[in-house]
């Protein structure tokens, strides 16, 4: 709700902003990935999909590839090759939408919640191939382990539309960021994104009410389980015959985890609303 997707596309001349100007170079080559997959056309061949509908070759940073060999580096058999867009996984998806963005010739990567439905192979992949990328990468991510590991900086939202640039990753943020640093009860299993905070909302002169020290204890648990249901989902949609199998019980298991992620964020943002509330009423 801070505004991160609005900020990624306004910087990318998608979304006009309200007020001002985004001046973009004249040599930049921007590729958007695309969290919601709706760029795929589930007629398509996952080869298709990856050489635009023509011949048997990709080129990836300026060498060609022939697309079977491509594909091996997403954890695609080759057999996969002729398979229909629409029969694969969500976890399939995913990764084809990353072999997709990183076969397009571009200096600027554009990524909104790319994380999501990858599993740890996949997403060690990413990593690599980020650490690799010559360009510039712009993310949006509640992961804040991903973050840890693959950004230079972090862009925060302080609120009333004020944005903040961090050196390093979202633990070097936190360190700068005083007010906004976890608990030690949390360590492992902390949220993974600071919320939007209303700097005049919390002043040491307020009290938490006896439902916010409920909500405080019993967020933690509530957010475990919402992340192990998280992960039972993810493991069932990695199913790869679910959808030609099943195609209603795949819609209902993906329309299941989009849910889970959405209770998860909210979870975890009023847990570190709250958390940040009594620290500041206990420090004052």
Request: no cysteine; proline share 5%; aromatic share 6%.
């Amino acid at each position: 709700g801070a505004g991160k997707t609005t900020l990624l596309n306004m910087l990318l001349n998608v979304w006009a902003p309200d007020t001002g100007e985004v001046r973009l170079g004249t040599n930049l080559a921007p590729v958007i990935l695309d969290q919601r997959r709706e760029t795929l056309d589930p007629e398509q061949t996952v080869a298709q999909s990856l050489t635009g509908g023509s011949g048997d070759t990709v080129t990836v940073a300026g060498q060609s590839r022939h697309v079977v060999g491509y594909m091996k580096d997403f954890s695609f058999r080759p057999e996969q090759a002729r398979t229909p867009v629409g029969a694969l996984s969500g976890g399939e998806r995913a990764r084809l939408t990353l072999a997709r963005a990183f076969a397009r010739p571009s200096n600027l990567l554009a990524l909104d919640e790319p994380t999501n439905d990858l599993d740890l192979e996949t997403l060690d992949l990413f990593q690599e191939l980020l650490a690799d990328y010559p360009g510039t990468v712009l993310l949006v991510s509640h992961d804040r382990d991903f973050l840890d590991r693959v950004v230079t900086s972090v862009i925060a939202s302080e609120g009333n539309g004020r944005w903040v640039e961090y050196a390093g990753g979202y633990t070097d943020m936190l360190t700068q960021r005083p007010a906004a640093a976890a608990s030690p009860a949390m360590v492992g299993r902390q949220p993974r994104t600071a919320p939007r905070v209303n700097a005049g909302a919390a002043t040491p002169s307020r009290r938490m009410s006896y439902n916010d020290h409920r909500a405080l204890e019993m967020l933690p648990a509530r957010i475990t389980s919402l992340q192990a249901r998280i992960d039972v989902l993810t493991s069932a949609l990695a199913d790869p015959d679910l959808y030609a199998r099943d195609a209603a019980q795949f819609n209902n298991t993906t329309s299941a985890l989009a849910a889970a992620r959405d209770e998860l964020i909210a979870a975890e943002e009023q847990w570190l609303s709250l958390e940040m509330l009594r620290e500041e009423i206990d420090g004052a």
